[in-house]
């Protein structure tokens, strides 16, 4: 691009003048004149034949002339031919460069100002030199540049420019050496001492490679006498090269001036890896004898260096024999090194025997006590290669010296549990390594892993020694010293749309509880996610629910979209006990008045929920409750402890009418579909004799509605037998006998199918093992097939048949083959509902691996996690296994520190169990999705 005047782009502006003064002339600012006029008496010598101040002003103004007018090559023949002819002034020969610079020719006026600083450095022009070197500079940042600038600066001696000039120049050639000593010279006597100091710890290398051992002296005596020990310390690490050199005498001169400095100033241990460098190069140069001179020198770095970490430094020294004169200096050196790699007083932790101490090493043998295992014997090879050191702090340590102190730890102080634990981790970790670490030591119970962590998270999150900026991703890291690390500071979490939405609001909701005031930099960032989660038709009802009331605090403005969207949900069947969260349940709560959001908050297990249900209850009018009183009965096992709670009400007072049968039927439906024990225990008191029904049903006909859906209750019975014969008694005490008899009969027959196939597989004996989450998930996969065999598919089938000719009607076909395949399907969904047997109902036994556990297993090289569960339950995660598959079969019956080997051929590993936690799905669980490697 030009200027509009036509001048190149990137022209410079006005030169600085800073030797010259400011008594020039502004030939920038006179009548413009025609370059034909201004260039011959340049040209001639008549003007700016010598360079002073004014001189360059009136060039300067000539080249930017030529510029403005397009007459920069005709201003650089001209020029280039007045020096072919000889005797050109030095005006001609600055015009020249600039009018090349100008042009672009960058290489060629370089040249031409180094050729005219040479001539003015010859004949002593240090002004003009000095302006022509920084024009030069500007140019190119050369070497030969720098140097006519230092040779221009030097001469005139003016500070601080001759400072300046020699920085810059040092900037360029940093491998010159004598500008480096002139630089060094100058600040010393300009009294700027500590970059004086700063300067010659920078040369003390080249020094040494240049053998100027002058210049080594006498930076030296400087740092000592201004107590400089970082430099001093550079200095001491130069001087194995004094070795390699053969300069024994300058060498023993340096650290005489250097060491005892160094030593007295206590950072003798700085400069321990120098003098072992010339130990070693020494005693293969010169041998034993000229080495011994070192010795002091060494054993003083020992001990103000690695002596300093070691519990008990003199037994060390004592056993090492590296201060004894009259041990060889090399192999006491070795001695010492394997000695102070597990002092004696270190704390150690082994893989297999746990946390000790060594007591004794004599660098061949060493001793520790484990708490297993006292003064155990190992070979300082083995040992070295096995035994980790740890710090006195350790929790490992803790509980084999103090397992009451430990204990009382975790009661009292959890987050230090949790900060040490970070410390052993290498600073940072997450939830499950934190665990594995904590249990899998022995520091924490299993069994007692759970509360542990609620407490020790709570703490961690207040502990300004813990960084759980992140706590929302269950990661935590030990906070840096000296920074406070603020509550509401940390990152937005990153939301993954591959991931299920439950897991992503999850993530939400973990992090506002952290950081409250992070809301509205949430909605910025995520709310045209959370819009489409609330939007999408073909989205689950609980993820669409929990991510509306993002969606009703974020957008107010859309609370028609909402309101929409939630009465499509509760006709769809959510229930307020699908959200985890007592603060989700209050919010749908209140942003809905559904009859099903009433009845469901009645059913939460948070009492706060159940309070605000009761208040908008008794807003109702009388016929309202009496509509919600009966949708509750007739749906009792979807909110059981509503329904519990209504039938111990009513039950309580002399119900009239048929409400008894109604409550009769709905207790029993709460028993008939694997109840929760408490459940059953209250129905079954009350189905007792002499129990509450007896009192309400004894000689009450029973409605002939009433009478079927008890028949059909008994007949599908779904739960154990424990509640089934009680229910079966008080239906024949309540004249139901016809009932109970035909389920007595219909089982009868069942049993005798079930013995005719001894020693044969039987379809019939086949029961499948399944978590409640599964039989749910099953169950409601029935309902809707049941549902599609209702609705869907005669609807398609009618639709199809209205086309006429069935016989060449493809639709009606395949509407028809729909049907048919649906209807197995559910006969198959329903064989194996009834006969399911349940995870959840198998005892569980501390520490012993079984059904319905998570187990940890550590191996040499990673570890693993197994969920044991039923057959086909892989859709709960990737690491679950059934327990009748080969894995499932190798863990089962294993207890922590049990040792298990898994896989086939090649792939066959041995790991140990470290952790064994009972684990259930809940009910609510989704799938999860399929992970790639």
């Not at 003083?300 to 004169?325: K, N």
């Not at 897991?503 to 819009?531: C, E, M, V, W």
């Not at 629910?545 to 069947?573: M, N, S």
């Not at 119900?655 to 109840?675: D, M, S, T, V």
């Amino acid at each position: 691009m030009s200027h509009p005047d036509g001048i190149p782009a990137g022209l410079p502006g006005e030169p600085r003048w800073a030797i010259m003064g400011d008594h020039f002339s502004d030939w920038t600012t006179s009548t413009r004149m025609a370059i034909r006029d201004t260039l011959p008496p340049i040209l001639r010598g008549d003007e700016a034949a010598q360079l002073s101040a004014d001189a360059f002003a009136r060039l300067d103004a000539v080249a930017q002339e030529a510029a403005r007018d397009r007459q920069l090559p005709q201003l650089r023949d001209e020029c280039a031919a007045r020096m072919r002819q000889g005797g050109a002034s030095h005006g001609v020969a600055y015009l020249l460069s600039q009018a090349c610079r100008l042009n672009g020719e960058m290489e060629r006026a370089h040249q031409t100002l180094l050729a005219l600083g040479d001539k003015l450095a010859s004949t002593g022009q240090w002004e003009a030199l000095a302006v022509v070197a920084e024009r030069a500079l500007e140019v190119e940042e050369s070497g030969a540049a720098a140097h006519l600038l230092v040779a221009a600066h030097e001469a005139l001696k003016l500070d601080p420019q001759r400072i300046e000039a020699l920085q810059r120049a040092w900037a360029i050639i940093p491998d010159d050496l004598d500008v480096g000593l002139t630089l060094a010279i100058r600040l010393g006597e300009a009294g700027r001492g500590s970059e004086r100091r700063a300067m010659l710890a920078e040369l003390l290398e080249r020094f040494a490679q240049e053998r100027r051992y002058a210049g080594l002296e006498e930076a030296a005596l400087e740092f000592v006498e201004h107590e400089e020990h970082d430099g001093l310390v550079r200095l001491v690490h130069t001087l194995p090269l004094l070795v390699e050199q053969g300069a024994g005498a300058d060498l023993s001169q340096l650290l005489g001036i250097a060491f005892p400095a160094l030593a007295q100033a206590g950072h003798a241990g700085d400069v321990l890896d120098a003098v072992r460098k010339m130990v070693t190069r020494t005693l293969e140069k010169l041998g034993p004898v000229a080495a011994e001179r070192f010795r002091p020198m060494l054993v003083e770095s020992l001990r103000q260096g690695p002596g300093r970490l070691l519990p008990e430094p003199t037994p060390v020294f004592e056993i090492s024999g590296v201060a004894d004169p009259a041990q060889p200096l090399l192999q006491a050196l070795e001695r010492f090194d394997a000695i102070a790699a597990l002092p004696p007083g270190r704390a150690v932790h082994h893989s297999s025997f746990g946390a000790g101490r060594v007591t004794a090493n004599d660098a061949e043998t060493v001793w520790i006590d484990f708490a297993r295992s006292k003064d155990h014997r190992m070979p300082i090879v083995a040992a070295r290669r096995s035994l980790t050191a740890l710090p006195d702090d350790d929790l490992r340590l803790l509980a084999a010296t103090d397992p009451e102190g430990l204990a009382r730890l975790r009661s009292q102080a959890p987050a230090d549990v949790v900060l040490r634990a970070l410390y052993a981790l290498g600073g940072a970790a997450d939830a499950t390594k934190l665990k594995v670490f904590l249990v899998g030591s022995q520091l924490v119970p299993a069994k007692d892993w759970n509360v542990f962590w609620r407490k020790a998270r709570a703490a961690a999150d207040k502990d300004p020694r813990i960084d759980s900026s992140r706590a929302f991703e269950q990661s935590y890291r030990v906070a840096p010293e000296g920074v406070a690390v603020q509550a509401d500071a940390g990152p937005l979490p990153a939301l993954e749309p591959r991931k299920p939405v439950k897991q992503n609001l999850g993530t939400l909701r973990k992090f506002l509880s952290q950081h409250p005031h992070a809301d509205s930099a949430l909605a910025r960032r995520f709310g045209k996610y959370i819009k489409r989660a609330v939007l999408d038709e073909d989205g689950d009802r609980v993820d669409r629910a929990r991510a509306g009331l993002f969606f009703a605090r974020w957008f107010p403005e859309r609370a028609a979209e909402w309101t929409a969207v939630l009465k499509t949900l509760w006709d769809q069947g959510l229930a307020l006990s699908d959200l985890p969260g007592e603060d989700e349940q209050l919010a749908l709560l209140r942003a809905s008045h559904d009859a099903d959001a009433i009845l469901s908050a009645l059913d939460s297990r948070f009492a706060a929920v159940r309070v605000e249900a009761e208040r908008m209850l008794e807003h109702q009018d009388a016929r309202g409750r009496a509509e919600l009183r009966r949708t509750l009965l007739a749906h009792a096992t979807r909110y059981p402890g509503a329904a519990l709670r209504l039938i111990d009400e009513e039950l309580a007072r002399p119900p009239e009418g048929p409400e008894p049968w109604r409550l009769f039927c709905a207790a029993l439906a709460l028993i008939e579909e694997r109840p929760k024990p408490s459940t059953a225990d209250k129905v079954l008191r009350w189905l007792e004799v002499g129990g509450a029904f007896d009192a309400v049903l004894r000689g009450r006909p029973c409605p002939e509605e009433i009478r079927l859906t008890v028949r059909i209750l008994l007949r599908q019975w779904r739960s154990s037998d424990r509640y089934m014969f009680p229910a079966l008694e008080a239906a024949e005490r309540f004249g139901l006998a016809e009932e109970a008899e035909l389920v007595r009969r219909v089982r009868a027959q069942r049993t005798e199918r079930m013995f005719d196939g001894v020693g044969q597989l039987s379809e019939d004996v086949d029961l499948p093992v399944m978590t409640r989450a599964t039989f749910e998930r099953l169950r409601k996969e029935l309902e809707r097939l049941e549902r599609e065999l209702r609705t869907t598919i005669p609807a398609a089938i009618q639709k199809a048949r209205e086309l006429g000719d069935l016989k060449e009607n493809a639709e009606y076909h395949s509407a028809k083959l729909k049907q048919a395949n649906v209807s197995k399907l559910v006969a198959s969904l329903q064989l194996r509902l009834a006969r399911a047997r349940f995870v959840d109902d198998i005892a569980f036994k501390d520490g012993i691996a079984g059904v319905g556990t998570e187990v940890v297993l550590e191996g040499d090289d990673e570890v693993v996690t197994y969920w044991i569960l039923g057959e086909e339950e892989h859709h709960h995660g990737a690491h679950v296994v059934s327990f009748q598959a080969p894995v499932g079969r190798a863990l089962v019956g294993r207890s922590i520190g049990d040792d298990v080997e898994i896989g086939e051929g090649a792939q066959r590993k041995r790991y140990r169990v470290v952790s064994v936690e009972r684990r259930l799905p809940p009910l609510d669980a989704e799938p999860e999705p399929a992970t790639g490697s």
